[in-house]
């Protein structure tokens, strides 16, 4: 019974953030949704389309230093490449968990053991979600005394994740806890595999003072997010402050990680609208404009990009390794 209700669960939960945007547009006047669009001006979606190029290039940057530190060795333009197609799986599926999809091209260029690519692919995902933190904490203190309930929940989500981050950078404990998990929950057949991907967690597992420079970057690459979000929001010709706009947007888009909908659709929407409407005279048809499309330029033209390298390399590839070292 339990069992059901969680592959229950399971189905409905990724629906619920596409149902919040649906509702969200039926609340809202439909030709002022579509007024917001048309009013965008076209020069300021060429610009934030011109900043993928940096953002990219500093983006894989970030990627090498952590392959490197894990003795992972892929050239820089294949790492791009990686990560490209990550973003294709990931921006339709709930808390981008698609980006894990970035292992099997890794085995198939490296060699490596299954279980050090995933926590590579995890890692590289914790850091660069890290660095989006202190942003969020900054808008939090910004709108304190007109949303009061975000710094709260804000630090609690901190706290949780640096709490997570802590126990299982500990081999033993890690370890202990992924035995726990293959002996009372996964069927007989499978523990022989897992066992050997799990015994493969912690090869290589880099160093925390490394990890310092990877933060600062994804801090960089996070900023030209915003800022190309930012663009949109001039197109539309709205007057928010850059400053407080970059504090304030990343508490909207980290809403769009929780894993209840495809690509953050949804949840970013509605918490982007509840900020901005609150603070500034801006209607909440113009804050969805923004937002979905900001997603379209930062998410899904980086995952189209994806798209295309994924088929380019299955028609190039001839099979997958089917077992792990």
């Known amino acids: 019974m339990v069992k059901n209700l969680i592959g229950k669960l ?35 979606i060429v610009y934030a389309l011109l900043l993928t190029i940096p953002l990219l290039v500093i983006r894989n940057v970030e990627y090498q230093i952590i392959l490197k530190e894990q003795k992972i060795t892929v050239r820089y333009l294949d790492s791009m490449k990686i990560y490209l197609i990550g973003i294709f799986y990931g921006s339709f599926t709930p808390g981008y968990s698609g980006q894990l999809m970035r292992i099997p091209y890794l085995k198939e260029k ?3 053991p299954f279980g050090k690519l995933f ?35 804000t630090i609690v989500w901190m706290i949780g ?29 499978v523990k022989p595999h897992l066992n050997a991907f799990v015994d493969t967690f912690y090869s ?12 600062l970057i994804g801090v960089i690459t996070w900023v030209i997010v915003f800022s190309q979000e930012y663009l949109i929001l001039l197109g539309l010709g709205l007057e928010i402050p850059y400053l407080t706009f970059l504090a304030l947007y990343p508490i909207a888009n980290v809403a769009g990680f929780i894993p209840i909908t495809f690509g953050g659709l949804g949840t970013r929407e509605f918490t982007a609208i509840l900020i901005f409407t609150t603070l500034f005279a801006v209607t909440a048809e113009q804050i969805l404009v923004l937002s979905l499309v900001g997603f379209l330029i930062t998410d899904i033209f980086l995952a189209f990009l994806g798209f295309l390298l994924s088929l380019k390399e299955s028609r190039s590839k001839t099979s997958f390794p089917e077992t792990a070292k």
């Open 110 to 112: 490296t060699g490596e």
């Open 119 to 153: 926590i590579n692919t995890i890692i590289d995902t914790f850091v660069h979600s890290f660095s989006i933190y202190g942003m969020i904490i900054i808008g939090a203190f910004l709108v304190v005394g007109t949303i009061p309930e975000l710094l709260p929940v």
């Open 204 to 215: 290589d597992f880099p160093r925390f003072r490394v990890m310092v420079i990877p933060y």
């Open 161 to 189: 994740f640096c709490l997570a981050v802590l126990y299982f950078s500990g081999k033993e404990r890690g370890e202990n806890f992924f035995r726990i998990i293959i002996t009372y929950l996964i069927p007989k057949k």
């Open 10 to 44: 399971k189905l409905v939960l990724p629906f619920i953030g596409l149902g919040i945007l649906a509702y969200i547009i039926y609340s809202l006047d439909l030709q002022k949704i579509t007024s917001a669009f048309l009013s965008i001006d076209p020069i300021y």
